[in-house]
């Protein structure tokens, strides 16, 4: 079975600029998660996805991040304009009511830099 | 005071010992618990869930203590392919995990 993908893998820019990262998450799974992590912290969840609904963006910083799953598969997310503080990892992860725990499984990230 | 609180290391210890890592969390409504494993430049993966009976998988033993609202893992006989950061999840609510900042563990030969 195929694990959650996402691209790119590595992303570096400057302050201000605009980023979009990519998830496709594992076939079937209804829900879907971005996650942030800052280096030396666990993941920061963003963002739920029940389908192509959004159930949690309290953590989300709304005047400069925006996701979507418009079809209830893929999801993207934006950042628009960074600062420098939104370096960090960004993960991707989905479950399913099917699995044991309704566990989550992650991709491999997407490593982000702003200089 | 954060949601879920861990000693964020780094543990050194030789191959073969045991060493014991915990957690504190703050909802006390907290239902669910888990330790997920990260590798170096890794993503998170599950290592076990902990129930209040504890649980053991292998060399790996999880416990609860819902009264002191602390969680622990305990490895015994540590092999040099567990170092990694060991990440406390407390699930919130159907399905939103709340992490800890992770105990970074080197196994050294």
């Known amino acids: 079975e195929a694990g959650v993908a996402q691209s790119p893998r590595y992303k570096i820019i400057e302050k201000r600029q605009s980023v979009a990262f990519w998830c496709n998450p594992i076939s079937g799974h209804a829900t879907l998660y971005w996650y942030q992590q800052i280096l030396g912290q666990g993941p920061k969840l963003l963002i739920q996805f029940q389908n192509n609904g959004v159930v949690d963006d309290s953590q989300l910083p709304k005047d400069r991040f925006s996701a979507e799953r418009l079809k209830g598969v893929d999801s993207t997310l934006k950042i628009q304009p960074a600062k420098l503080e939104d370096s960090a990892v960004y993960l991707c992860?989905?479950?399913?009511?099917?699995?044991?725990?309704?566990?989550?499984?992650f991709g491999p990230g997407t490593r982000l830099t702003v200089l | 005071r954060k949601e879920v609180e861990q000693d964020p290391g780094p543990f050194n210890v030789p191959e073969g010992a045991t060493v014991a890592f915990n957690c504190t969390y703050s909802n006390s409504a907290s239902q669910s618990f888990f330790w997920y494993r990260q590798d170096c430049r890794k993503e998170p993966k599950l290592l076990m869930s902990v129930y209040s009976s504890g649980n053991e998988d292998g060399r790996f033993t999880a416990q609860l203590n819902r009264a002191s609202q602390y969680i622990s893992l305990l490895i015994r006989d540590s092999k040099l392919s567990d170092s990694a950061t060991y990440l406390c999840v407390v699930k919130e609510g159907a399905q939103k995990l709340v992490f800890g900042q992770g105990t970074r563990l080197t196994i050294n030969p």
């Open positions: 992860a989905s479950s399913s009511r099917g699995t044991t725990y309704n566990e989550q499984f």
